[in-house]
């Protein structure tokens, strides 16, 4: 009886190391398929786009737009931009902490299962001396589907995981390429603006504020300066209907109410014009100085309404 059962324990000793074996050669293969943190963080920076040049522009760079256009445009370049960088390291951060978080999360969960299995060799092998009733075929093949059971549960989850990494950063993604379009859209408004101010032919004005517009529909800086281009060519119903389209959309826009006085002036409808031009001066001041030297207000010239409005010519300060 003692021999037997010697011969048992060492034949218990040989299956729990073929065991070892295979689930050591388990975790290298589980662990070869999983890429290194520092080839991560090497993929995730090698693609990082270049610095943004944010140098102040000299005097001969600047544009002869308003300025107060140009710093609103200038303004809303920067904060894109800002927003974007800002985003891209917030982002980098995120997603070296998540994988740092998953990987952690692998090695310890392969760790427990690599315990928990020597526990069960151990507590199997114990039964095996005590009873002496299970042969080592059904022992290993026992062990060998418990182990696949739990490496293809781990397996699943780590999956479940980099699943709603993935869609996390696609979500990011898709918010850094809109910021990029608003940007270049933005850019591009500000060449148009650009090139419309260097124009001297009222159907080429039109033509670029035609363009911007279908970049930014309804922009009431742009049909403002578009009915002034219908005046300038004399079609003062077309100018009259733009700034009705215009006034729709923002009422307070003093601007617009300027040059629906001009057109009503123009077709002869004195108090409409009166009217249009108390707004646009209740709306804004800067309005006084320009309306005394428009050609379309020669008809109101002589009413005292018009000097009520606009107040003594002598009394306005000089133009900028």
């Known amino acids: 009886m003692p021999k037997q059962l010697g011969i048992l324990a060492v034949v218990t000793m040989m299956a729990g190391m073929l065991l070892i074996g295979d689930g050591a050669s388990a975790q290298q293969n589980d662990g070869s398929s999983t890429p290194t943190v520092a080839e991560q963080i090497t993929d995730s920076t090698t693609n990082a786009p270049d610095v943004i040049d944010f140098r102040t522009l000299s005097a001969e760079e600047r544009t002869n737009m308003p300025p107060l256009m140009e ?10 931009r800002t927003e974007m960088q800002g985003m891209r390291a917030e982002l ?49 093949s026992s062990v060998r589907n418990l182990a696949n059971t739990e490496l293809q549960r781990l397996s699943q989850e780590f999956e479940g995981r980099l699943t709603s990494l993935e869609n996390e950063l696609l979500l990011k993604s898709k918010l850094i390429n ?7 859209r933005t850019q591009t408004i500000h060449a148009l603006w650009l090139q419309a101010n260097q124009l001297s032919n009222p159907r ?4 670029t504020y035609d363009k911007i517009l279908e970049l930014a529909p309804g922009d009431p ?9 219908a ?27 300027y040059q629906r006085a001009c057109a009503n002036a123009g077709l002869g409808f004195k108090e409409a014009a009166l009217a249009d031009l108390q707004r646009a ?9 320009p309306a005394w030297n428009e050609e379309e207000f020669e008809p109101l010239r002589d009413l005292p309404e018009f000097t009520d409005i606009l107040g003594e010519r002598k009394d306005l300060p000089p133009a900028e």
Request: glycine share 4%.
């Open 231 to 257: 005046l300038q060519l004399g079609d003062r119903d077309w100018a009259l209907s733009l700034c009705n389209r215009l006034l729709a959309e923002a009422p307070e826009n003093a601007n617009g109410y």
């Open 92 to 140: 980098l951060r995120e997603v070296v902490n998540r994988q740092l978080e998953a990987i952690d999360k692998a090695i310890s969960y392969s760790s427990n299962t690599v315990t928990y299995f020597f526990y069960f060799v151990a507590a199997v092998g114990a039964l095996l001396t005590m009873l002496g009733w299970q042969s080592l075929r059904e022992l290993k």
């Open 204 to 207: 080429s004005k039109i033509e």
């Open 281 to 289: 001066v209740n709306l804004s001041e800067s309005m006084r100085q």
């Open 178 to 184: 809109e910021h990029q379009h608003e940007i270049e």
């Open 71 to 80: 710093r609103y445009v200038l303004d809303e370049l920067k904060s894109l």
């Open 221 to 229: 800086e742009v049909m403002a300066y578009k009915a002034d281009a």
